[in-house]
């Protein structure tokens, strides 16, 4: 069955633009051209995916997807964020908001496609892993119940800190993860620490890990992303 996309979008250039290219690759679109048109058309539409323009004249994109997030019946809709270049960035892709990507305008259509693709088959994948759960992401076997991370025979000397770091990225394999969202899941409350921490955390991780360091990818400006081998 066809997958239904949800395109909200203002600018009616670019939301054709998208809901053309979309319906070609054999997606059902929906478009809605402002915010609460948005949500009062999710309930009926049941989108697989929510194509999300940030900017709109009357609720923002952060808010749409806020109330996503909030509704029992939609709150794990995957949101694909548009966004403009800048600081906005960050927040966008914070857990506070939940998106599940972002692409920057302008974009490549093909780009978007791409991430469309991406996105849906990540949402298709087995459910997210538990906390407490064995990880195994490539050559690392990572173990909450020992705080451990192993490669093979080896055993890595990583702090609780950085063990906890490496935890949660590896815990959402190909989700970029802003270093505010990670600033709450690793150090929670403890909010003397800025976001340099975690790229100075993050660089220790990654000595310590060697070869498998690379598994951490930096996304500029925004923060990290563990590599998806899946
Ligand atoms: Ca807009």
């Known amino acids: ?10 600018e009616a250039d670019i939301r054709e633009l998208l809901a ?8 059902e679109v929906v478009e809605a051209g402002r915010g609460e048109e948005a949500v009062s058309l999710l309930r009926g539409a049941r989108p697989d995916l929510i194509l999300l323009d940030l900017m709109l ?12 997030r909030r509704d029992p019946a939609l709150g794990r809709t995957p949101v694909l964020m548009l966004t403009a270049k800048g600081a906005e ?3 966008v892709v914070g857990l506070e908001l939940g998106a599940d990507d972002y692409v920057v305008k302008p974009f490549s259509v093909r780009e978007v496609m791409l991430r469309v693709r991406a996105v849906l088959a990540r949402a298709e994948g087995p459910p997210p892993a538990e906390e407490g759960q064995l990880l195994r992401r490539g050559p690392l076997v990572i173990d909450p119940g020992r705080h451990e991370a192993r ?25 970029v993860q802003s270093r505010d969202a990670l600033l709450d899941l690793v150090w929670g409350e403890e909010r003397f620490v800025t976001p340099r921490t975690v790229d100075t955390h993050v660089r220790r991780l990654r000595e310590k890990l060697g070869g498998a ?10 923060g ?6 899946g």
Do not use: W
């Open 224 to 229: 990290y992303r563990f590599r998806d081998e």
């Open 20 to 27: 053309y290219n979309l319906k070609a690759e054999g997606y």
């Open 1 to 10: 069955m066809a997958k239904t996309i949800l395109v909200v979008e203002d």
């Open 89 to 91: 960035v960050d927040r």
């Open 213 to 222: 360091g690379g598994l951490i990818e930096t996304i500029r400006g925004v």
């Open 151 to 175: 490669l093979g025979d080896r055993l890595f000397p990583l702090t609780v800190t950085e063990f906890r770091l490496l935890h949660q990225l590896a815990l959402r394999p190909g989700r």
């Open 57 to 68: 004249p009357d609720l923002s994109g952060l808010e749409v997807c806020r109330r996503v």
